[in-house]
């Protein structure tokens, strides 16, 4: 059995009801909550929220709602994993096998990729977790500081080698995580580490949205692939 956690919590810090916010005609969650049912693979699709008003919107679009989450899960410092994890118990659903982790504010989210990457975590039999992820658009190992107005070079040693010698980084596409619930019952889960496996998501279709320019860089990202 697969279900889908959703969490959106109020209150967002740098843009006021993000998780809610009206993208070309829809509230922002509702892509997320599309794109897994589009992908026909979960038995239920959840939102877990502490505010009402995301509630209701979340239920219009087809997801469940079983209840608030509490104000001690629900501050900046809350962790997913503890969150998943009071939903899972509060359930109580012994069935479910696997639990997707999906981002809120991801519209330009592909059904495709949340069935892939089940297809992919289930061949890998000693992983807990898949990742959506993708790579930096600059070397990060051509990075540096800035110390009272000098720059420092945050790794030495690569500053004088071609970027394209380079090895390549990545980081967390902030789409989704499949995981499998027997992880999150561990004691000390942990992403990144031997039990973790990735699913590649290309640039174009990656933007994290905590700003202002987030937001428009966005809208510009989703209108070049609707084009397409």
Known sequence: MNIAIIPARKNSKRIRNKNIKIFFGKPIIAYSIEAAKKTKIFDEIYVSTNCPEIR??????????????????????AHVVDVLKDHLLKIENKKIEYVCLLYATAPLMSSSFIKNALLKLKRFKKAFFCLSYTNFSFPILRSFSINKGYLKASFNNKMKKRSQDLEEKYHEAGQFMWIKKAAIFKDKPVFYKNNSIGYFISRHFVCDVDTSQDWKMLKLQYEIIKKR
């Open 56 to 77: 209701k919107v979340a239920i219009k679009y087809g997801a469940k709602v079983p209840f608030l989450r509490s104000d001690k899960l629900s501050n900046s410092k």
